[in-house]
């Protein structure tokens, strides 16, 4: 396998329907081991489109040149109540990636 499986995690704010399920946003990437390319990911949004959405915006991106532009992408295509804790954690999932990074 190529591939691993890294998360991060951030609060929702209130008044988000995800936030009748899930305290936080959890965020999920698989990433390419040799590039740090998001192959897939997934997010605990509550509507598939929504889901669906942040898919679209994250995969294949390179962790390995940063997250801010990564959060920058964000910050003009979602307009949604949890724009911040995405962003929140992204920037978590991001330390996990270099934290996995420092051992490899």
């Not at 509507?47 to 994250?58: D, M, P, V, Y």
Request: charged share 25%; net charge neutral; glycine share 8%.
């Amino acid at each position: 396998m190529k591939t691993y499986f890294i998360a991060g995690h951030a609060k929702l704010p209130q008044g988000m329907a995800a936030r009748n399920v899930y305290d936080s946003i959890t965020i999920t990437l698989e990433l390419d081991f040799k590039y740090g390319v998001i192959v897939d990911c997934s997010c605990t949004l509550a509507t598939e489109h929504g889901r669906s959405f942040i898919r679209q915006l994250l995969r294949g991106y390179c962790l390995k040149d940063g997250v801010e532009e990564l959060i920058e992408t964000v910050q003009m295509h979602y307009r949604g109540k949890a724009g911040q804790a995405i962003q929140a954690a992204l920037k978590d999932v991001h330390a996990q990636f270099e934290l996995v990074e420092a051992k490899v």
